[in-house]
């Protein structure tokens, strides 16, 4: 079966093929509020949306998921 070819500038993503220079946070800022507050859960929402976390943020060094607890001593620092 032969593939359709995409333009090697792309790849895939939810929304279909976007620009291979399109970041995470570009693409996430993108969507609307609903949508990003349903991604983050509410309590992580607040937190990002008051700018007291980022992306890196929601990780420790070894790729766990921080609890909201744990993000929100790390916001208050």
Avoid: C, H
């Amino acid at each position: 079966m032969d593939l359709p070819e995409f333009d090697p500038s792309t790849r895939a993503s939810m929304d279909g093929q976007v620009s291979d220079t399109l970041d995470f946070k570009e693409w996430f800022d993108s969507k609307g509020a609903a949508f990003q507050a349903k991604w983050l859960g509410p309590g992580r929402y607040e937190l990002w949306q008051k700018g007291k976390i980022t992306f890196r943020d929601l990780v420790d060094q070894n790729g766990r998921e921080l609890t909201l607890k744990q993000l929100a001593e790390l916001a208050d620092d």
